[in-house]
């Protein structure tokens, strides 16, 4: 009964809700005509006065409409995202009205292949026509309409609950605020469009499927039982699986010798196919698996670019480290092209163990997403970074990229320009730059919780490695770029350097001065590596792995034919340039570059 | 007809032995027993008057006796490592006499589930006992016996294969010279398990599989194409399908809006299953998988350690990057813990695309390895590497690795000792403190040529890298270990370091002096990061990611409780030490240091 305490959104009930008529069928994109349409739906929490707090979840394969909650007081099971939607949870019922429906084609009360055919008063079978994740869409726009929904503050989904929530933000770019992507991808690989078709095979070959129409003798529960078990090996990752199960026998010490499931992790698919033969439908299986393999935005639009090209929403896309059905690399293309088509998104390939189940998983970092994001998007505008003292002491930079030089910077960018910050932190001086100059700013870090940092500051940032280049930004598609005590660090820093060059009219970097006075005379009498307060490690444990002076770098740029706008020598706390002999009084530097 | 060409074997018979007969059964490690047994074979090339030229190859899964050539000029398709096998090929069978039969259990003429039950006079079905890897590899001991084998210059297998190498070096310590494992693994993960359990029960639920005597009537052919097909997906990797099929449809511009297989991996995966049951007994897959999902050595024997206790092979063991089926670190595992018991081990993990099938599509790369192992193993000692001037050609050591301080750390090795070279190059070091100190040695290389010029050397060379420690390796299971001309280029020296110290009762290290002079200065009085002779590079290109002096090192091994027994400065290019000032005038510095 804890599920009807105040973590819970308590005893909820399915509606269902008739939203095409028989006589004014749905036109679906196979061509074929459907209706009538029932769509089963809950909601949890209220709508506001102003219409502007309503997030539709949308679910995956094997999900419904009962997100949260229990159905009944006997109900031994919560909804299937419990543990995320909830009073004070990461999709949070206090704050936001949230709607989930049970998807066309789907077998838990929404019309499917399950439901009666109207022509022939018997289930549909294999007679209900191929449905398309764009018309699983078509069906939820047309319940949030009768429910009176002016416009969702975000969409949200996971896997197959993910290409919905593309699919809604190109669909219906003014109704869509926000989008929040999860573990999904814009096209099924060929080794997971393998894995689906291996499991339709197993369905439409058992013996009791009988051509979809096996609603009156066995059902082809082998079928769905080994399409079932397929498809939980790729839910979980090779690591998350060892640590589960390893090589345990289930009740023995030693071998069986014979054909019996004896290894736990066989006894666990056994579980899970048996498990769902009783609650799910095998025609919903093959209809549900062939949309997904379906969806290809390249393929509709000519490129994912051109797919995001009108949508108008933010983007949140989140994938998690380990999951191997829908990678973490395929949504860093879907985040690429939204990035190339310079619309507002963030991205975090969260770590986890639990492949593409993490999801459902990892409710509390994924949970600080969310909730970050929405907050960011439902509050207006971006403040300076000084008036969010709670969240500067709780996201501290590392001391090694603490940046005096961010004050002059700051006073570099001109007024309403394009700023793209590399290694941004926590997102310190592109909030300031947004709040103080209106500057439409980008940020690109590494670090998972400096990432999460500015998606609650409500910037755009990208989880990226900066050494594997910006090959998704068109040349010169910001005004500035940012490399802020950074240069030194990367491995490749002719390759980086250039990178930036070229999708930057200007790159500001900033780098400590490896010919400082204090390091000539310590290399000079000492004889040894030298250790300032700028270059505060000893040699082992630096995260410099170059070393460069002002002159250097004037060679580097001579050499590469850049032209230095600005050289701007600074001390180690003072904003006043040094003027006499930089290269052996700055302790570091500040260069506003560009190249034709 | 070009199989029957001078690259093949030509034409090829399988022949037939009985090994066991019913009267004296052979007892299976199940407890059960067997008989009669007979065993399907093929031999290639000719035994040598000393009889130590004998090779003999375990056939994977889906494989059978019948390797290379073809079986009647009539034959489309030679055997099924015809790419490897055969004159001049990587296994030479101009050199070798080469030896492969059907394993027990299996299709294709040895005594499997499908021969006759002599007690009821009809297939064995079900009633054929549960094999296990060892019991396969009892068999082929019987024949090698049988044909007069006195002992094997190597057994060679991949996949199931690479578990029947292993077994063999485990049983017959003293029968194999060499033992080469490709693509294996000394236990199935979990998720290797899974997949196997969910193609068995594809099988064992068909409704045509009668309890195993399909045989007088239907056979349960879908159950094994879907085990099948499941089989094919994790032989192949995510690239590569991706390469192969991406979302090609096979015939069409559009989707069919049907349940028809249309995308081009989907009729690939038809038409394996298709041909495989046309060739293949589904009792077979049943008791060949369960033989591998049993293989565990690790249970067997306590440890890897302890399984590999007693074994007197040189061992060469082959993964592909791109394996996620039996994985590269799998093999690692076995690698170290081969390393840790002190047997002579060389490993590569060779990059490749093609998934779990590489050792079937990487006959050039695979080949080098193969035939410069057989070669090194057949042939007897290590000479001088000075004698191998074309070998030294052909793998050059780059030049920022170019060792002038080799003949030094030689004379610094005391004769019969052991060593481990760390980043070991072209094994050129290693070769000739073998050749010349009668040393046991061993090397660490990152580079797959040069693993391969190693391996083509005889040494006993692993391919790892050193950032990531040396944790098979117990405490000072080395006289020697040396790292030259590396610590300044490893991203966490004083990790690396202390990790030498443990496994090395002294450690030689030698890197180029930060605060020669010329380095003070051209910081000094240039004001740029130093450039020289022995620091060859600019700041942006340079290997060496971290700085050192004589004087910082002295420290660094101060701090870490670390003895300096030898500190040898040395100019570029002179073996004389430097006795004045040696941080001011030293290139480069040799240090034998050691930790209690």
Redesign the interface.
């Known amino acids: 009964m804890a599920e009807t305490g105040k973590n819970s959104v308590g005893l909820v009930k399915t509606d269902k809700m008739r939203v095409i008529e028989q006589d004014k069928p749905l036109e679906l994109e196979?061509g074929?005509k459907l209706g009538p349409i029932d769509v089963a739906y809950e909601t949890y929490g209220k709508l506001n006065e102003a219409g502007d707090n309503a997030i539709l979840i949308c679910h995956a394969l094997s999900g419904n409409a009962h997100v949260a909650g229990v159905n009944s007081p006997e109900d031994k099971k919560p909804g299937w995202w419990n543990v995320m939607v909830g009073p004070g949870k990461g999709i949070d019922t206090n704050k936001y009205f949230v709607i989930c429906s049970n998807f066309l084609g789907g077998c838990s009360g929404t019309t499917g292949p399950r439901s009666v055919n109207p022509q022939t008063q018997k289930p549909y079978g294999?007679d209900f026509?191929?449905i398309t994740i764009a018309d699983m869409v078509k069906v939820q726009k047309l319940l949030a309409d009768k429910l009176g929904i002016k416009n969702l503050l975000s969409v949200i989904g996971g896997s197959i609950g993910g290409m919905q929530v593309l699919q809604w933000a190109i669909a219906y770019p003014d109704f869509v605020k926000s989008a929040i992507a999860i573990a999904t991808t814009t096209?099924?690989?060929?080794?997971s469009?393998?894995?689906d078709?291996?499991g339709?095979?197993?369905i439409?070959?058992d013996?009791n499927f009988a051509g979809g129409q096996y609603h009156t003798g066995k059902s082809p529960d082998?079928g769905l039982?080994?399409a079932r078990?397929?498809g939980h090996?790729t839910y979980?990752s090779?690591q998350g699986?060892?640590a589960?199960?390893?090589?345990e026998l289930r009740s023995a010490e030693s071998?069986s010798?014979?054909?019996n499931?004896e290894?736990a992790?066989?006894t666990y698919?056994?579980y899970q196919?048996q498990s769902f033969v009783e609650r799910f439908d095998a025609n919903s299986y093959?209809y549900i698996t062939?949309a997904a393999?379906?969806f290809?935005l390249e393929?509709e639009y000519g490129s994912l670019e051109k797919a995001f090209a009108e949508t108008k929403s933010r983007f949140l896309v989140i994938s998690f480290a380990s999951d191997?059905l829908f990678?973490p690399a395929q949504s860093k293309a879907m985040v690429d092209a939204l990035a190339a088509a310079n619309k507002p998104v963030s991205y975090c390939d969260i770590a986890s163990p639990y492949g593409h189940d993490a999801f459902l998983l990892e409710p509390e970092i994924l949970g600080s997403f969310l909730s970050g994001f929405l907050d960011a998007t439902h509050r207006p505008g971006i403040t300076r970074a000084t008036k969010h003292k709670t969240q500067k002491a709780k996201y501290k930079m590392p001391s090694s990229r603490a940046r005096v030089d961010y004050e002059l910077i700051e006073s570099l960018i001109k007024p309403n320009s394009t700023v793209l910050d590399i290694g941004c932190g926590n997102g310190e001086l592109l909030a300031n730059l947004t709040a103080d100059k209106n500057v439409k700013g980008r940020g690109i870090e590494f670090q998972q919780e400096l990432v999460l940092a500015c998606v609650n500051r409500g910037l755009s940032i990208i989880q990226h490695d900066i050494e594997l280049g910006l090959a998704n930004y068109a040349n010169k598609s910001f005004d500035y770029v940012i490399l802020s005590q950074t240069l030194q660090t990367v491995k490749?820093?002719?390759k980086v350097f250039k990178e930036l060059l070229r999708v930057g009219k200007k790159v500001i970097v900033s780098f400590p001065n490896?010919?400082h006075w204090q390091?000539?005379a310590q290399?000079?009498f000492?004889?040894?590596?030298p250790q300032t307060k700028q270059l505060h490690c000893k040699?082992?444990?630096?995260q410099n792995?170059?070393?460069?002076?002002?002159?250097?770098f004037d060679?580097?740029c001579a050499k590469l034919g850049v032209k230095v706008e600005e050289k701007i020598p600074l001390g180690k706390a003072r904003l006043k340039p040094i003027r006499f002999a930089p290269?052996?009084f700055a302790e570091q530097v500040i260069y506003v570059t560009r190249k034709d």
């Not at 096209?187 to 080794?191: I, N, V």
């Not at 589960?244 to 090589?247: A, C, H």
């Not at 792995?545 to 250097?552: A, M, Q």
């Open positions: 196979s074929k294999l026509p191929i096209h099924l690989s060929a080794q469009i393998a894995f078709a291996v339709r095979n197993a439409l070959a013996s082998m039982g080994i078990m397929i090996i979980l090779e699986m060892r589960k199960f390893g090589r071998y010798y014979d054909f499931s290894f992790v066989e698919l056994d196919g093959l062939k393999d379906y290809d393929k191997w990678t490749e820093p002719k490896f010919a390091c000539r290399l000079l000492l004889g040894k590596a040699w082992h444990n630096s792995i170059h070393f460069l002076s002002i002159k250097d060679d580097f290269n052996f």
